[in-house]
């Protein structure tokens, strides 16, 4: 009989409701901690995670078993509940509707480890934004200005 094999990357980008910057910074240790065992625990391998405080990265070996989108409404809905079980936030913490995922080679993981593990130094020459519009244009995705990411203004005409 034969097996079934596969090395599939994928890095998830995806953002508080409103792209609210609430992500709790003094926090994330622990946040990724959990977001790790949502991970693992369904059978994904964790290669890098970083948040900032209007942002998630999160670079997995991803395990085809289980859908895309079932996995990101499990850490969605999942990390929700522990955030506002902690309390962390006046209100209540849920992530936008959506998400990036973007897939890379064998020959690329070290790149988007180091490119995941430097998001506050990155981010110190740019936006969340600009970052995301970047790597929408490198995978050339066709994309709705008005889906997206509640970046509504002035979003640059694409040729």
């Known amino acids: 009989m034969a097996n079934t094999y596969t090395r599939i990357y994928l890095q998830l980008v995806f953002s508080p409701a409103r792209r609210e910057n609430i992500i709790p910074v003094r926090y994330k240790e622990e946040l990724h901690k959990y977001i790790t065992g949502i991970i693992?625990?369904?059978?994904?391998?964790?290669?890098?995670?970083?948040?900032?405080?209007?942002?998630?990265?999160?670079?997995?070996g991803y395990n085809p078993s289980q859908s895309l989108p079932d996995l990101l409404r499990d850490i969605k809905a999942n990390s929700s509940k522990f955030i506002n079980e902690k309390g962390w936030i006046p209100g209540t913490?849920?992530?936008?509707?959506?998400?990036g995922a973007f897939s890379y080679g064998q020959?690329?993981?070290?790149?988007?480890?180091?490119?995941?593990?430097?998001?506050?130094?990155?981010?110190?020459k740019g936006s969340f934004r600009e970052e995301y519009l970047k790597i929408l244009e490198k995978y050339d995705v066709d994309f709705n200005p008005d889906y997206l990411f509640d970046f509504h203004d002035k979003i640059p005409d694409r040729e």
């Open 40 to 60: 693992q625990n369904r059978k994904h391998k964790l290669l890098a995670i970083n948040s900032m405080s209007d942002h998630i990265h999160i670079f997995i």
């Open 107 to 124: 020959s690329q993981i070290d790149y988007v480890i180091k490119y995941i593990d430097s998001q506050e130094e990155h981010h110190k």
């Open 93 to 99: 913490f849920r992530w936008q509707e959506g998400y």
